[in-house]
């Protein structure tokens, strides 16, 4: 069956710090990958997602994701964390079968002052 | 602006009754979708929509019920069959088929108390 797994449930770092979430996927085939963002009590706004060409995407925020074939691997980074990038980031996957994503559980980012 | 809207932002209900949720997008979207999330959890799918007057069941459908009697409408009701119902339920849309890409309301809290 097709996962997403988010290994870490927090991550802290400090402001100014470089960033990297992690995201791994268990499907057959390429499929979509999607970046969500979500801050408390709010609902998700896309970040980036990767369909297919370049596997190093961009997307809003300063952010950035590396789609690695070989490691079934979508991770999420970022050079220098403001504390506005307190939030929680989902991960998820998506097949051109149906319409249907899946999602990992998240990482909840912390920012030190 | 174009988006989604769900209301109420927050809802009580006591045990035993019915509650209906709306959603409704501006964004001529044909799919729309109903996820729960609870803390420390991804998304769960509990019901989509592709196209009018025609819905599918997600993943966690039992003790909920939908209707798709309009594009831009697609309203959640919370039955009593639902064992536990306490939680954050996100509306989100899409453009259709081949287009993953949801777009996300700012979510409904529901408690039961």
């Known amino acids: 069956a097709q996962s997403v797994t988010q290994p870490d449930i927090h991550i802290t770092v400090s402001e100014g710090a470089s960033l990297e979430l992690r995201c791994n996927y268990s499907y057959g085939a390429t499929p979509y990958l999607f970046w969500y963002v979500q801050s408390p009590g709010q609902g998700l706004q896309l970040l980036l997602k990767y369909f297919s060409g370049d596997t190093l995407v961009q997307g809003i925020k300063g952010f950035e994701a590396e789609f690695k074939r070989s490691q079934s691997s979508f991770n999420l980074r970022k050079p220098s964390v403001h504390w506005s990038d307190a939030a929680e980031y989902f991960c998820a996957v998506g097949m051109d079968s149906n319409y249907q994503l899946i999602w990992g559980a998240g990482t909840k980012l912390i920012i030190k002052p | 602006d174009g988006g989604i809207t769900q209301s109420p932002k927050y809802l009580f209900r006591k045990e035993g009754q019915n509650v209906t949720l709306s959603c409704e997008q501006n964004?001529?979207?044909?799919?729309m979708y109903w996820y729960r999330q609870d803390p420390g959890q991804g998304l769960r799918l509990i019901y989509y929509?592709?196209?009018?007057?025609?819905?599918q069941k997600g993943d966690i459908a039992e003790g909920y019920s939908v209707s798709r009697e309009k594009k831009e409408s697609f309203p959640l009701t919370v039955t009593s069959a639902q064992k536990n119902p306490t939680a954050f339920y996100l509306c989100?849309?899409?453009?259709?088929?081949?287009?993953?890409?949801?777009?996300f309301g700012q979510g409904t809290r529901l408690t039961v108390v």
């Open positions: 929509s592709q196209i009018v007057n025609d819905f």
């Open positions: 964004l001529n979207h044909d799919a």
């Open positions: 989100a849309s899409s453009r259709g088929q081949g287009a993953l890409v949801a777009f």
